[in-house]
Structures are given as structure tokens and as C-alpha cells.
């Protein structure tokens, strides 16, 4: 996972076994009803992308950078279907 400038890429060569984008995050819209609001509130390419190692490494270069003192949780309902 890596963060630039406030886009979230997710780094697999396998983007089919990951969670869909909506089950991770949403864009920072008011919550509000109604169809339009909902929409308005799934996640684009602006939160989060996911990319394959090759485009990792033009992106970010050859390896990653640890940040002491951050963490990061992941959270996955095992039981709720993926859809």
C-alpha cells in the first residue's frame, strides 16, 4: 500500500482477489439519502487505485519506505459475501 498525494494504491498483481473498492473506503461526501448522495459517495481513482508491481516500481521506484510509528489495520468481514 502506498499513499500520494491523497490517492490510496493498492499493490497486487492479482486486483480480482482483493475486495471491491466501495467494501474499503468512500469518498468524503456529506451522508446524506437518496440515490444521488449514495453515488456521490462511492470511491473513484481519486481514493483509491489499484496497480500491478510494474506500474508500482515506475510510480515509486524499486521498494517501499517504512514510516516508524505508523500503523495500519485491515479490517475484513469474513462473514459477509463479497460481491
Given at each position: 500500500?502506498?499513499?500520494l498525494n491523497g490517492t490510496i494504491y493498492l499493490v497486487s498483481d492479482?486486483?480480482?482477489?482483493l475486495p471491491d473498492k466501495e467494501r474499503m473506503t468512500s469518498t468524503s461526501a456529506r451522508i446524506e439519502t437518496g440515490l444521488v448522495a449514495e453515488s456521490s459517495r462511492l470511491p473513484t481513482?481519486?481514493?483509491?487505485?489499484?496497480?500491478?508491481?510494474?506500474?508500482?516500481?515506475?510510480?515509486f521506484g524499486r521498494g517501499p519506505s517504512v514510516i516508524p510509528?505508523?500503523?495500519?489495520?485491515?479490517?475484513?468481514d469474513l462473514l459477509s459475501p463479497m460481491q
Open positions: 500500500m502506498y499513499i492479482h486486483p480480482s482477489t481513482d481519486n481514493e483509491m487505485r489499484f496497480i500491478g508491481t510494474s506500474e508500482a516500481k515506475l510510480l510509528g505508523v500503523t495500519v489495520i485491515f479490517y475484513l
